[in-house]
């Protein structure tokens, strides 16, 4: 599963517009292979065709179900009263105005970069959300995503993040029962 595919899998499981979450989602243009040089070998010229080709149908499927994509966050944080404002880029962000709670998620997918490097990254984002968001009586969650067996080894390495209220899921492919929360609190389904 690429980064895209993390991103609408955790929100069908965890933050579904259809349980009265609203939801945005941040997906860019390196996610749905839209960035680099030319490839210069079959298997990453057919790496780069499927990432755009399930980036499309991901993009459908959220559009199907109510999740803004892109458009910039503070412009669809101002456009819900009451919530405090979130800065930067979080990958999602979901907001439950019955339960007063907003998730905050920074996913990783497969990648033919370092598993390692792609976790330390999304770990710096959880860490500078954070660093910089007034609660204002909202319940704030903030979870790392990840899929595949190489970045969950890395996830398990990070439980210390459970001390800051962080919480991290490795997500299963095919079945929801079968995600592994790593550390923190699990999330409702």
Known sequence: MFQPEVKLKFIERYCNPHNGWTVYVDIDASEEGRTGGER???ASIARKSEMQT????VKDRLRRINVTI???????IMDINGVPDIKGDPDIVA???GKNTIIIAETEGESSGQPEQKLYRAIGQIIKRLSGLNSDGWT?????VVFGDKIEAHLREVKALE??????????EHD????????GRMLSK
């Open 40 to 42: 210069e070998n079959q």
């Open 54 to 57: 399930q980036a499309e149908s």
């Open 70 to 76: 892109g458009g910039g966050l503070s412009n669809w």
């Open 95 to 97: 907001i439950h105005k």
């Open 140 to 144: 704030i969650k903030y979870v790392l």
């Open 163 to 172: 001390r800051l209220g962080v919480s991290g899921v490795a997500l299963n």
């Open 176 to 183: 929801y029962n079968q995600d592994a929360w790593v550390f």
